[in-house]
Nanobody
C-alpha cells in the first residue's frame, strides 16, 4: 500500500518561499510511469494542478505557476519537494501530494493534505 505524507510549515509570510516535502512509503519514486504530483485547493475553489516530477526526475509545471515553482526529489529518502516562491495570500490552500499513475491515466494515491496559509 502506497502512502504519501506532506510536511512543512502551515504559515508562510507574503513574499517568502513556501516549501513542502512529500514522503513516500510502500513504493519507490523512481519506478517507471509514476509522476509525483503537487495539487492544491484554495478555499471555496476547485483543485489546481501545480506540477509534478517524473520517475525519470524530469519536472513539469503548470504554466500559470511555472515562474515561481520548483519541484525536486531526494531518491535516498524517497521524498519529493515543492518550492513556491514570492507567495501571496492567493496561495493559501490545502496542498496535496499525489501519485499520478500513467499506466492507468489517473491519480491513484493521495496524501491527506496540509493547510498552508499565507499571512503576515
Amino acid at each position: 500500500q502506497v502512502q504519501l505524507q506532506e510536511s512543512g510549515p502551515g504559515l508562510v509570510k507574503p513574499s517568502q518561499t513556501l516549501s513542502l516535502t512529500c514522503t513516500v512509503s510502500g513504493g519507490t519514486i523512481t519506478t517507471n510511469y509514476y509522476y509525483w504530483t503537487w495539487i492544491r485547493q484554495p478555499p471555496g475553489k476547485g483543485l489546481e494542478w501545480i506540477g509534478a516530477i517524473a520517475f525519470s526526475g524530469i519536472p513539469d509545471y503548470s504554466p500559470s505557476l511555472k515562474s515561481r515553482t520548483s519541484i525536486s526529489r531526494d531518491t535516498s529518502k524517497n521524498q519529493f519537494t515543492l518550492q513556491l516562491s514570492s507567495v501571496t495570500p492567493e496561495d493559501t490552500a490545502v496542498y496535496y501530494c499525489a501519485r499520478d499513475n500513467r499506466t492507468v491515466g489517473a491519480v491513484d494515491y493521495w496524501g491527506q493534505g496540509t493547510q498552508v496559509t499565507v499571512s503576515s
